[in-house]
């Protein structure tokens, strides 16, 4: 059972660090192996940090993202995964649960029928800052609060208002991915909830299958990228609308 799922995690962290969604593929699989749900989500924060840190060490080794260009960023998505961490104990996720998939068909469409998407040019249309301050404190909050699509929507972000090239808003995503996971996990650990022996084992596969993804990003990233963010978005989206509705998809009588 642990090769297996070391298998599945490393090919899920091949498919997080180029398009995210690895967790459509890890979390399914925890579940399926008998982990309760709450230690399940718990594992899998374990297991995919480890796979956010490959491809971000990967990617700032090879100099397409600097740290020293994103100390704000990092601290305002640790900050608000840290809030939306400790929220969701609290508060329950039903409401973005029904918000979640109309945004992710949304980020699907943009990158289809987008033909500037992969590479952009021109003005920022939002300071550093604010996007810091406003969008990364966000996206981190929602990450530790909820989570589905979360490299998504920053990716779409960087794209769309930071107006950076897709393979350098890639980087940034994972950075910032690594940096929400790290401060969800933090919680989970001090709440005694990811099992140790298997979150470890599937994260010798996460470390090289997103070794491998960020490889691919640098190579092959504009030919590669688009489609993935297309594919895993609705397939997220659809994840969660059977999840809602299972009758709408004739899965009930």
């Given at each position: 059972?642990?090769?297996l799922?070391c298998g599945v995690?490393?090919?899920?962290g091949c498919?997080?660090?180029?398009?995210g969604?690895?967790?459509?593929l890890?979390?399914p699989a925890?579940l399926?192996a008998?982990?309760?749900?709450a230690?399940?989500?718990?594992?899998n924060k374990?297991q995919?940090?480890?796979?956010?840190?490959?491809?971000?060490?990967?990617?700032?080794?090879?100099?397409?993202v600097k740290l020293s260009e994103?100390?704000?960023?990092?601290a305002?998505?640790f900050?608000g995964a840290?809030?939306g961490?400790i929220?969701?104990?609290h508060?329950?996720?039903?409401?973005?649960?029904?918000v979640?998939?109309g945004?992710?068909?949304a980020?699907?469409?943009y990158?289809?029928?987008?033909p500037g998407?992969?590479?952009?040019?021109?003005k920022?249309?939002?300071?550093?800052?604010w996007?810091?301050?406003?969008?990364?404190?966000?996206?981190g909050f929602?990450d530790?609060?909820?989570?589905p699509?979360?490299?998504?929507f920053?990716?779409?972000?960087?794209?769309?208002?930071?107006?950076?090239?897709?393979?350098?808003?890639t980087?940034r995503?994972?950075?910032?991915?690594?940096?929400s996971?790290?401060?969800?996990?933090l919680?989970f650990i001090l709440?005694?909830?990811?099992?140790w022996?298997?979150?470890?084992?599937?994260?010798?596969?996460?470390?090289?299958g997103a070794r491998?993804?960020?490889?691919?990003?640098?190579t092959?990233?504009?030919?590669l990228?688009?489609?993935?963010?297309?594919?895993v978005?609705?397939?997220?989206?659809f994840?969660?609308?059977i999840?809602?509705?299972?009758?709408?998809?004739g899965?009930?009588?």
């Open positions: 059972m642990l090769l799922l995690a490393m090919l899920a498919i997080d660090a180029i398009a969604g690895g967790g459509l890890t979390v925890l399926a008998g982990l309760p749900p230690h399940a989500l718990a594992t374990l995919s940090s480890f796979g956010s840190f490959s491809s971000s060490f990967y990617f700032v080794r090879k100099g397409i994103m100390k704000l960023p990092i305002c998505t900050i840290a809030i961490a929220l969701v104990q508060i329950h996720a039903s409401i973005l649960e029904k979640i998939p945004l992710l068909i980020i699907a469409l990158f289809l029928f987008s998407a992969s590479q952009v040019k021109g920022p249309r939002i300071s550093d800052f996007f810091a301050i406003i969008l990364c404190s966000a996206i929602y530790g609060f909820f989570g699509g979360t490299g998504s920053f990716t779409i972000a960087f794209v769309s208002l930071a107006r950076l090239d897709i393979v350098q808003a980087a995503t994972k950075v910032l991915n690594f940096t996971n790290i401060a969800a996990l919680l709440g005694g909830m990811p099992i022996s298997i979150g470890l084992s599937m994260a010798v596969g996460q470390f090289i491998l993804g960020a490889r691919l990003v640098v092959r990233g504009r030919k990228i688009r489609p993935l963010i297309v594919m978005a609705i397939a997220m989206a994840k969660l609308l999840a809602q509705h299972p009758e709408w998809f899965l009930i009588a």
